[in-house]
């Protein structure tokens, strides 16, 4: 979602918006909270489960 949406959720909401992204397949997951995505806005968090890699 767009930084100004979720900067705007998590000012209505408080700081209770919990994010995560995984694959279907269960080899990955990252997950990020609301102090931390506020530190770094568009961040998708840190790798939980699996090792990160960023490909272009």
Do not use: F, H, N
């Not at 995505?37 to 960023?54: H, M």
């Amino acid at each position: 979602m767009p930084p100004a949406v979720k900067q705007a959720m998590i000012a209505w909401w408080g700081p209770i918006v919990y994010e995560y992204y995984a694959g279907t397949e269960g080899v990955g997951l990252t997950a990020i909270d609301s102090r931390e995505w506020l530190q770094r806005p568009g961040s998708v968090g840190t790798a939980k489960l699996g090792r990160l890699r960023i490909l272009g």
